[in-house]
């Protein structure tokens, strides 16, 4: 997971660098003033409780804060990391945030502070008050909420310096140069994350001829299902007699198999920039496998691909695919073709379904030629990792 907290003085910009950063990197945005917002202006206990504070410019209990971030986070444990905007903001609050990732079994990975001079800021929210409608955004309270910065919030900054995760950059700049400098720290942090990719599409659509290109060119390792399943069969270790049994009776092989061959693999592949699935998941159960094998390695799901194609589009690539390359007697059976078909159209669209509601699948065009097809996975691909080329 990726989870980045945005640090800085009021009206240094973090809410304008939030939106592109949570749109760039599919981050789970909280900020805890918009959240506190929101309960205002829904009249709750809460919203009441925190309301004069807020106007007056001071900071909101601890209490009030855990109870916010501590819901948000519950609900969207799921996601692929966090954006974490005017959250921690005091040097309990950082102590708070340690203990609220370790529950979801991961940590902060790097807390960028937009510096920017107080009467730079004090400028710049004046000018915000005329149009945003703040009653917080007037001179006296934003002396305040300064004030409140200068003393409670910035000895936070010692907190992650001793960690090693404090990263600086200049608010002063323009707009697109503050985005510039946090692109840096972003690309770099990404490096330190696997980038985990999954490619889905009906049998015969060419998922694992991509799945190969994507692994060469990016370093990403081969999680090709049936590929492995081969592989071991062929080594005849104990694990490919059981699965050779498995093959004989036409059977899929046991989620237990399927979990034992990632497992392994994942465990030694330390060079790895991530990995690349493909042939699993390919029920509901078995993504739920997936989500918490990549935990285990403080890791999730970073992109995941659907060759679009028609049912009968892809029984034409299929039956194409067969004859040309002279694959498996048994693959080549109308029957099994048929199988093969109902299953993905019966288990498998779940799944994309489930990754779209939650990270939002790639679709690409796979009737097209395959450099134009790896074109779009490639572009897809940098759009996120600009220096993966
Ligand atoms: P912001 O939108 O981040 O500028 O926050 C507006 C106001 O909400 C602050 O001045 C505080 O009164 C309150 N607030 C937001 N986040 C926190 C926090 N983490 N701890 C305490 N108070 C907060």
Redesign the pocket.
């Known amino acids: 997971m990726l989870n980045i907290a945005l640090f800085g003085p009021?009206g240094a910009g973090?809410g304008t660098q939030s939106e592109y950063l949570i749109s760039k990197y599919n981050l789970y945005y909280i900020?805890?003033?918009?959240i506190?917002?929101k309960e205002i202006a829904k009249r709750t206990p809460l919203g009441l409780e925190?309301e004069k504070?807020?106007s007056s410019?001071?900071?909101?209990?601890?209490e009030i804060?855990v109870q916010i971030i501590e819901k948000t986070i519950k609900n969207n444990s799921q996601a692929s990391g966090f954006l974490f905007?005017?959250?921690?903001?005091?040097y309990v609050?950082a102590y708070i945030l340690e203990g609220l990732m370790l529950k979801l079994n991961t940590a902060l990975s790097s807390l960028i502070s937009i510096e920017l001079k107080e009467e730079e800021s004090v400028n710049r929210l004046v000018q915000r008050g005329k149009i945003s409608g703040r009653s917080?955004d007037n001179e006296s309270v934003i002396r305040k909420?300064l004030n409140?910065y200068r003393t409670k919030t910035i000895p936070v900054i010692d907190f992650y310096k001793e960690r090693g995760i404090f990263q600086a950059v200049d608010g002063s700049q323009d707009i697109k140069d503050v985005k510039k400098s946090i692109s840096n720290i972003m690309s770099k942090e990404l490096h330190k994350e696997l980038f985990n990719v999954i490619i889905f599409g009906y049998p015969g659509s060419g998922r694992a001829s991509y799945a190969k290109a994507i692994s060469e060119k990016y370093g990403l390792e081969n999680m090709d299902m049936s590929k492995m399943l081969k592989t071991e069969i062929a080594n005849n270790t104990l694990l490919g007699q059981k699965i050779k049994a498995h093959y004989e009776n036409e059977e899929t092989v046991s989620d237990e198999i399927a979990v034992q061959l990632i497992e392994e693999k994942l465990e030694k592949s330390h060079n790895a920039n991530g990995f690349i699935f493909k042939g699993f998941p390919r029920t509901l159960v078995q993504s739920y496998i997936l989500d918490g094998l990549l935990k285990r390695h403080q890791s999730s799901i970073s992109m995941v691909f659907n060759l679009d194609m028609t049912a009968i589009e892809a029984i034409q690539m299929h039956d194409n695919k067969h004859i040309t390359d002279g694959s498996m007697n048994k693959d080549k059976s109308t029957a099994n073709t048929i199988r093969r078909f109902k299953e993905h159209e019966k288990k498998t669209l779940h799944v994309i379904n489930k990754y779209n509601e939650q990270y939002g699948v790639k679709k690409i065009d796979g009737t097209l030629s395959f450099d134009e097809v790896f074109n779009q996975i490639c572009l897809e691909i940098e759009s996120v990792f600009p220096d993966f080329e």
């Open positions: 009021p973090k900020s805890t003033g918009d506190l917002r925190a504070i807020m410019g001071g900071l909101v209990s601890d804060i905007d005017g959250f921690p903001r005091t609050q917080d909420r409140e």
